[in-house]
């Protein structure tokens, strides 16, 4: 990869959205992993057609899309599906990662991706940023976004890398437990020191 990449991760409703909306009013273009493992599943993509050809047609929506909660509700209690789709899917979201990281024609590029260090993304990248916050305002933030109950927010938290982990790993880090004028502030900052690494790259 010849172009300048920072990795951008964080845990549910740490705020990586308001981070990579900020960097967008910068002019800095932004891969997000999960929306490019929403592309890879679109009706009529080879993802779909092999997810329903292995998991049946029940895994559809009656207009075509991939269901994700009834996807979702097979893989959680059978580790063998679950595998079986990640060997799946892992490789198309990758391709597709990379395919628009090379496409893209800022500056510096972000690929942005909540498990970045669990599935090894940050190879590709030559810095990372982590916006941290404490469990407490993941679960209100989340709860009250994606109006889930507290157990089940704090059963992805548990299913993702600790905070401790990536806090050791991330090359700089940003605490949005704030407000969002304080975290767009840190990451004006950050943004100059980007450019500058960008252009010596």
């Given at each position: 990869?010849?172009?300048?990449?920072?990795?951008?991760?964080?845990g549910i409703g740490s705020g990586k959205t308001a981070a990579t909306n900020f960097f967008q009013t910068?002019?800095?273009?932004?891969?997000?992993?999960?929306?490019?493992?929403?592309?890879?599943v679109q009706p009529n993509t080879p993802?779909?057609?092999?997810?329903?050809a292995h998991f049946g047609s029940d895994v559809l929506t009656p207009d075509g899309q991939l269901n994700r909660a009834k996807l979702?509700?097979?893989?959680?209690?059978?580790?063998?599906?679950?595998?079986?789709?990640?060997?799946?899917?892992?490789?198309?979201?990758?391709e597709q990662i990379l395919s628009q990281l090379n496409a893209a024609k800022s500056s510096y590029c972000i690929l942005c991706a909540p498990l970045?260090?669990?599935?090894?993304?940050?190879s590709y990248c030559q810095t990372t940023l982590l916006i941290d916050v404490p469990e407490s305002i993941q679960i209100a933030?989340?709860?009250?976004?994606?109006?889930?109950?507290?157990t089940q927010v704090q059963r992805i938290i548990a299913a993702q890398m600790s905070r401790e982990?990536?806090?050791?790993?991330?090359?700089?880090?940003?605490?949005n437990d704030k407000e969002l004028d304080d975290l767009q502030?840190?990451?004006?900052?950050?943004?100059q020191t980007f450019l500058q690494a960008a252009k010596k790259y």
């Open positions: 990869m010849s172009k300048w990449i920072l990795g951008l991760t964080g910068q002019g800095i273009e932004v891969v997000d992993a999960d929306i490019v493992a929403r592309e890879v993802g779909l057609n092999a997810i329903t979702r509700e097979i893989i959680f209690s059978d580790e063998a599906q679950k595998s079986w789709l990640n060997k799946l899917l892992h490789p198309l979201i990758r970045l260090f669990e599935n090894g993304l940050q933030r989340t709860t009250a976004r994606d109006n889930v109950s507290q982990e990536k806090c050791q790993l991330a090359d700089y880090i940003v605490s502030s840190e990451l004006l900052l950050l943004h």
